[in-house]
Every structure is written in C-alpha cells, then in structure tokens.
C-alpha cells in the first residue's frame, strides 16, 4: 500500500528527513501503522510528502500503487488526509463542508448523500451536522476532519497526530474508530504518544532526526530492548548473604542492594530473555529467607524511545 | 474544470459569510453615492454618471484587496491549504477558483451600481453606449485587480501584508502612472502611458472600447494569475 525509497526532504541545506526508506503492506504489517517518533523528528514531513501536499527533495515512494510525485491527481483520490491541527473552514457548517468536499472528490449527489450519511455515523456527528464549525470544540473539529478523510472511502488514510488535544474520553473514542477503520481501511497514523501506538497498532515505525530507526510489531520491538530484563525482590536476611547468594545465580549480571528494616530491596539485571524469578524463590525458600515481594520489569516502548533519543542526542554531541 | 465551479462556489459563499464583504460592499456603495450625488446635483452639473465612471477606479484601488487579501493568506495561516491540495485539485484550479469566486462577488458590487445608470434614464438622458462601455472597462479593472490581490495573497500567510502590498502596487500603477508621464518626453513617456491603468481605462469612460485596452487589462490579469500559480507551486516546494 505504501512503498518508500530513500525519500529526503531538505529545507535549505537543513534535512528534515534524510533516506527514509520503509513499506506497509497488509499482509506483512497488517492495516495500522503507527509513525512513532519525538517532536520534530520529520513525521509530518513525510506524510506531507506521502499525502502529495509537498514534493521531496530525493528518492521515492508510491501510495496505493500510483507514484506520488508523477501520478499525484491518482494518488490524491485514493487518500484521505487528517493533518495535525484538522484545519477547517469555520464560516461552513459540517454538512456543508463534507458537501464540497465530496464535490471535490467528484462524487454525484446521490452517493455524495449517501457517504455523508455513512460519515455522520460514524464519526458520531449527528448532533451538530447542521452547526458551523466555528461553534464546535476541538474534538468535535477532529471528528468532523475525520468525517472529510473518511468521505469518498479512501484505500489509505493519513491520520498526523489524530489523539493530540482531545480530553481522555474523545481520545478513547477515536482510538476505537481508529482500529474499526483498520478492518477496511489501511490507516497510517503519526504520534508521539507511545503507548496509544502500543494500543492500536499492528505495526510500528520509529522515527527520530528525520531517519528511520526501527520498525517492526510492537511485540517484537519490545521483545528487542527487552533482551535483558529487570526484576524487583524484596528478601529479608543478613544483607551481604543474600546479595552474594543472589548474585551467583545464572543469569544475572549486576544486583543492587537497599537495606531498610531488615528487608532487602534488591534490583537485579538479567542477561537473555529467560526469566529467574524462580531461581531466586527457590533459593529463598532453601536459605530459609522470607519474600515479600518479586515483580519482573518489562521494557515498555517508552524505553526504547527515551534510549532512542538519549543516543541521538549524545551522537549530536 | 468541475473542480474550479466547485471552488468558486465556495469562495463566492464564504464572501458571503465575511464581514469584511459587506463592509466593503457598504463602503463602495457609500463613496459611489457621494461621487455620484457631489457631481449631478449641483445647480448647472451636467447628469451624467461619466464623473463616477471615471472615479470608480480610484476606490477600487482600496477596495479590490480587501476582498482579495484573505484568498490564499487564510488558507495558509489556518492550514486548511493541507487539506484542500491534498483533494485531487491541482494549483491551477485552486488559483481560478479563488479567482472566479472573488470576480463574481465583485460582479455583484458592480451590480449595485446599476441604480445610478437607470436613475439617469430616469430623469434624463443615459449614453447608453458610453455606459456599456463603461461597465466592461470597470469589470476588466476589477479582473485585474482581483489578480493582482490574488497573486499578493498567496505570497503570505499573512492578510494585512498580502493586503497592503497589493494596494500599494495599484496605487503606484493607477495614481502614479499619469502624473510621472506627465513629467516625462519621449519613449519613456509613451511607454509610461501604456502601463498606467487609468490611461486605459478613461477611453472606456469616453465610450471607446479599443483592443489596445482590453489586451493590456486580459493579458495582466492572465499574468498575475500565472504569477500566483507558480507562487503557490513555490511555496509548496519550500
């Protein structure tokens, strides 16, 4: 569905994006992909170059298999686009607005009629359909934008940013209209909210100084930062005893000790993907020691963004 | 050519909508009025609307850009420029549909104007022809100003700027022009001549329509709005 090669975008001699490079097919990488990356990392300049608003500087790519930069009109009517900030006309009122763009769209009246309505639905805009725009909220702007993407049944949809400034109840809303268009629709999504990506997607690529870092199931890619994992135990016993004792288990690679009230707070680091929680109830159970509690950290994406960033930024040092 | 009907449809509604149209609308009206009243009724004053004919030009130099600063300067600030050329519209079609929306919102100003020429048919006696002519040259002066508001408009997110710039470079060519000829000989005055707007259009207020005229107003206006398609092309490329 969608094919990019080495796509660069410079403004002046500043890359906003430099040789990116990935492809979203249904059956590979399933119908919601997440664009993941800090602020600033070139998410909205490569959907502005995906949605044909901007032409690139380098490479390629084609969207629903029509090349975006020589077979833009084929490209455009097969899209539908939600940008960041869902800019829209506020002197309009929603029906009339969804009307000239289904006329944009070349739709007949008939089927124009019938998208609106279909549109209204499930967007839930029924209430406020014949309000201006300019009287809505922020939420109900979006949801009106999303009607508009929504409208002439693209094969792809870009959503930049689709959650930012909705109160936690719109967000849940949309993240559930979001995964019901995935069944139809292959929906693109940017964000920088990691777990909302975590959440919805079947797919997940990272962007960061305008280059692709990682891409892959969220699965795999926490399974990737998780190769190493951390466990929290509390022991009570002589404090050197079980740190040694600890320590010598396979597995684990460093240990650190706080003692407060004869209960050991110990953070032990292990290598692989194995897990040693047992090994460490075992050895309790056999030194006669008490637990009062195990618990194993696994890593969340936020990780391996904070650790994504924090490499970056020391490489720009 | 669908996608541009559609576009004008809209823009002629979203005038409409704004206030700055009426106010506009209202303003030319009310200047209209004085002109025309300070130059019929007056004991001795020929009735004739050739005075305001001839006026009218001056006004629009104001007017004109006020309707025209917002077309493409809005669409950029607000953002909504993403969503409509990401529709399948190229820029040509978004350039003449802001371009027709503005001319037919202008039409209708002119419109309003009927009530001086069917108000000296009246009550005395209407050159007919020199009235026809007049109303293509007013419309041919408004083509053009609406191109070049147009072109300014889409150099800037900004409206006052787009506005102001394109007042002043209609001033410089239609107050300017004469009085620099004025001081000058030879080519560079003839050639003076040929670029002010008022030259051109003071032989539609007379009745005489010629091609030297309609040619300089269409191929200007046809100018700025190549301008403002490669503009907005520009901008998009950035």
Redesign the interface.
Known sequence: MIEVNKLTKR?GPVPAIEDVSFSVRAETTGNIVGFLGPNGAGKSTTI?IL?????ATGGSATVAGYNVFTQS?DV??N?G?L?E?A??????RCR?YLT??G????MARGDRERAIRRVTERCWLGEFIDRPISQLSKGMRQRV?LA?ALLHNPKVIFLDEPTIGLDPTQIRETRRLIKELGEDHVVFLSSHILHEVEQICTHTIFIAGGKILASGAPADLRQEISAGSRLIAEIKGEPQAVESAVKAIPGVSAIECETSDAWNRLTIEANGTGDIREDVFKLVSAKGWSLREIRREVASLEDFFIKITAEQRGARV | M??VT??TQ?EL??QF??PIAYVVLAVFLVVSGIIFGSANFRPGAESSVRVLFSLVPMTLVFFVPLLTMRLLADEFR???I?????????DAEVILGKFFGALLFYMVMLAATLVYPIFIAAYGQLDTGMAVSSYLGMFLVGALFISVGLFFSTCTQNQVVAGVCSIVLLAVFTFLGDYLAANQEGTLRVLLQHLSINTHYENFTRGMVELSGVTFFATTTILFLFLAVKMLEFR???
């Not at chain 1, 949605?51 to 032409?55: D, E, G, K, R, V």
């Not at chain 1, 800019?87 to 309009?92: A, T």
């Not at chain 1, 006329?103 to 070349?106: D, P, Q, V």
């Not at chain 2, 993403?82 to 190229?90: G, S």
């Open positions: 403004y502005r949605t044909c608003f901007q032409p009109m455009r009517r899209i686009y940008p900030s800019p829209l006309y506020p002197e309009m009339e000239f763009r006329k944009l769209h070349g934008g508009d | 669908r996608n559609v576009l809209r509604n979203a909508y704004s607000s953002g909504t993403e969503t409509l050329m990401t529709a399948p519209i190229n998009r490329w950035r």
